[in-house]
Protein backbone atom coordinates (compact mmCIF):
# COMPACT_ATOMS: atom_id res chain seq x y z
CA UNK A 1 0.00 0.00 0.00
CA UNK A 2 1.20 3.55 -0.79
CA UNK A 3 2.04 5.40 2.13
CA UNK A 4 -0.16 8.43 3.46
CA UNK A 5 -3.05 6.66 1.46
CA UNK A 6 -5.68 7.97 3.83
CA UNK A 7 -4.63 11.24 4.59
CA UNK A 8 -8.04 12.30 5.88
CA UNK A 9 -10.10 12.94 9.18
CA UNK A 10 -13.49 12.34 10.12
CA UNK A 11 -15.24 16.22 10.47
CA UNK A 12 -17.17 16.80 13.37
CA UNK A 13 -20.29 16.43 11.83
CA UNK A 14 -19.56 12.85 10.83
CA UNK A 15 -17.90 12.11 13.54
CA UNK A 16 -21.12 13.23 15.74
CA UNK A 17 -23.25 11.61 13.22
CA UNK A 18 -21.33 8.19 13.50
CA UNK A 19 -21.95 8.06 17.76
CA UNK A 20 -25.23 9.33 16.76
CA UNK A 21 -26.15 6.43 14.85
CA UNK A 22 -24.61 4.48 17.96
CA UNK A 23 -26.59 6.00 20.27
CA UNK A 24 -29.38 5.14 18.13
CA UNK A 25 -28.25 1.46 17.87
CA UNK A 26 -28.23 0.87 21.77
CA UNK A 27 -31.32 2.66 22.52
CA UNK A 28 -33.42 0.64 19.99
CA UNK A 29 -32.31 -2.51 21.84
CA UNK A 30 -32.93 -1.50 25.61
CA UNK A 31 -33.46 -5.08 26.37
CA UNK A 32 -29.77 -5.69 25.35
CA UNK A 33 -27.61 -8.08 27.89
CA UNK A 34 -23.47 -7.42 28.08
CA UNK A 35 -22.41 -11.84 29.16
CA UNK A 36 -19.17 -12.23 30.71
CA UNK A 37 -17.02 -14.01 29.23
CA UNK A 38 -17.68 -17.35 31.34
CA UNK A 39 -21.32 -16.60 30.33
CA UNK A 40 -20.89 -17.07 26.39
CA UNK A 41 -18.96 -19.82 26.95
CA UNK A 42 -20.99 -21.55 29.28
CA UNK A 43 -24.32 -21.13 27.45
CA UNK A 44 -25.73 -23.18 25.11
CA UNK A 45 -25.42 -20.85 21.33
CA UNK A 46 -27.90 -22.37 18.49
CA UNK A 47 -24.82 -21.43 15.63
CA UNK A 48 -25.86 -22.53 11.97
CA UNK A 49 -25.25 -26.00 12.63
CA UNK A 50 -27.78 -26.24 15.29
CA UNK A 51 -30.56 -23.78 13.85
CA UNK A 52 -31.88 -26.06 11.73
CA UNK A 53 -32.91 -28.30 15.04
CA UNK A 54 -34.11 -25.43 16.92
CA UNK A 55 -36.37 -24.30 14.27
CA UNK A 56 -38.43 -27.83 13.41
CA UNK A 57 -38.79 -27.86 17.29
CA UNK A 58 -40.44 -24.36 17.62
CA UNK A 59 -42.01 -24.60 14.28
CA UNK A 60 -43.35 -27.99 13.95
CA UNK A 61 -42.64 -30.53 16.43
CA UNK A 62 -43.91 -28.52 20.03
CA UNK A 63 -47.07 -27.29 18.18
CA UNK A 64 -47.93 -30.24 17.16
CA UNK A 65 -46.88 -32.49 20.26
CA UNK A 66 -48.09 -30.12 23.06
CA UNK A 67 -48.56 -32.43 25.11
CA UNK A 68 -44.55 -33.00 25.09
CA UNK A 69 -43.69 -29.11 25.98
CA UNK A 70 -43.08 -29.39 29.71
CA UNK A 71 -42.48 -25.87 30.89
CA UNK A 72 -38.80 -26.66 32.66
CA UNK A 73 -37.40 -24.15 29.88
CA UNK A 74 -40.18 -21.92 29.19
CA UNK A 75 -43.46 -21.83 27.45
CA UNK A 76 -43.58 -22.39 23.49
CA UNK A 77 -44.40 -18.82 23.00
CA UNK A 78 -41.51 -17.68 24.98
CA UNK A 79 -39.22 -20.08 22.72
CA UNK A 80 -40.71 -18.30 19.76
CA UNK A 81 -39.94 -15.01 20.77
CA UNK A 82 -36.78 -16.17 21.05
CA UNK A 83 -36.19 -17.58 17.89
CA UNK A 84 -37.81 -14.63 16.27
CA UNK A 85 -35.62 -12.42 17.90
CA UNK A 86 -32.46 -14.44 17.28
CA UNK A 87 -33.75 -14.19 13.33
CA UNK A 88 -33.82 -10.51 13.71
CA UNK A 89 -31.12 -9.72 14.64
CA UNK A 90 -28.95 -12.05 12.04
CA UNK A 91 -29.39 -9.35 9.08
CA UNK A 92 -28.12 -6.51 11.00
CA UNK A 93 -25.26 -7.78 12.93
CA UNK A 94 -24.27 -9.67 9.49
CA UNK A 95 -24.23 -5.40 8.52
CA UNK A 96 -22.48 -4.39 11.73
CA UNK A 97 -19.89 -7.08 11.83
CA UNK A 98 -19.21 -5.86 8.05
CA UNK A 99 -18.90 -2.32 9.24
CA UNK A 100 -16.72 -2.94 12.10
CA UNK A 101 -14.45 -4.23 9.31
CA UNK A 102 -14.34 -1.34 7.40
CA UNK A 103 -14.15 0.85 10.56
CA UNK A 104 -11.42 -1.91 12.20
CA UNK A 105 -9.35 -2.43 8.77
CA UNK A 106 -9.18 2.01 8.32
CA UNK A 107 -8.03 2.72 11.36
CA UNK A 108 -5.47 -0.17 11.47
CA UNK A 109 -4.09 1.53 7.94
CA UNK A 110 -4.62 5.04 9.23
CA UNK A 111 -2.05 3.98 12.87
CA UNK A 112 0.01 1.94 10.52
CA UNK A 113 0.36 5.39 8.96
CA UNK A 114 1.13 7.25 11.55
CA UNK A 115 3.45 4.29 12.89
CA UNK A 116 5.84 4.56 9.66
CA UNK A 117 6.06 8.09 9.42
CA UNK A 118 6.56 8.12 13.36
CA UNK A 119 9.88 5.24 13.04
CA UNK A 120 10.97 7.31 10.18
CA UNK A 121 11.12 10.37 11.80
CA UNK A 122 12.87 8.54 14.91
CA UNK A 123 15.22 7.01 12.78
CA UNK A 124 16.12 10.40 11.03
CA UNK A 125 16.72 11.78 14.71
CA UNK A 126 19.51 8.74 16.20
CA UNK A 127 21.36 9.65 12.75
CA UNK A 128 21.25 13.32 13.86
CA UNK A 129 21.91 13.18 17.06
CA UNK A 130 25.03 10.75 16.02
CA UNK A 131 25.78 13.45 13.85
CA UNK A 132 25.45 16.06 16.96
CA UNK A 133 22.35 18.20 15.57
CA UNK A 134 21.03 20.61 18.01
CA UNK A 135 17.93 18.63 19.91
CA UNK A 136 18.54 15.50 18.49
CA UNK A 137 19.72 14.00 21.50
CA UNK A 138 16.32 15.36 23.22
CA UNK A 139 13.98 13.58 21.08
CA UNK A 140 16.52 10.47 20.98
CA UNK A 141 16.45 10.38 24.75
CA UNK A 142 12.58 11.13 25.35
CA UNK A 143 11.35 8.62 22.66
CA UNK A 144 14.10 5.60 23.27
CA UNK A 145 12.06 4.63 26.71
CA UNK A 146 9.50 3.90 25.13
CA UNK A 147 10.82 0.98 23.26
CA UNK A 148 12.40 -0.08 26.98
CA UNK A 149 11.89 -4.36 27.54
CA UNK A 150 10.40 -4.51 23.64
CA UNK A 151 14.39 -6.19 22.34
CA UNK A 152 15.81 -3.75 20.17
CA UNK A 153 15.83 -0.45 21.70
CA UNK A 154 15.01 1.07 18.10
CA UNK A 155 11.53 0.37 16.66
Same mark, same amino acid.
Given at each position: ?45 ? #?? *???? $?????? +????? !????? @? ?40 ? #?? *???? $?????? +????? !????? @? ?22
Amino acid at each position: MPTNQLNITLTAPQLAAINAAIDALLSNVPFGVNLTKDERTSLPNI #GD *ERLP $FVEKVI +DNYAP !ANPTL @VSGFAGSKAEALTDLTLYRQFENPIERLMSVLEIYKDTQQLA #GS *EAYK $FSRVFY +DTAQI !AAENN @VPGANAIVDDLSHLFEGQGLQTP
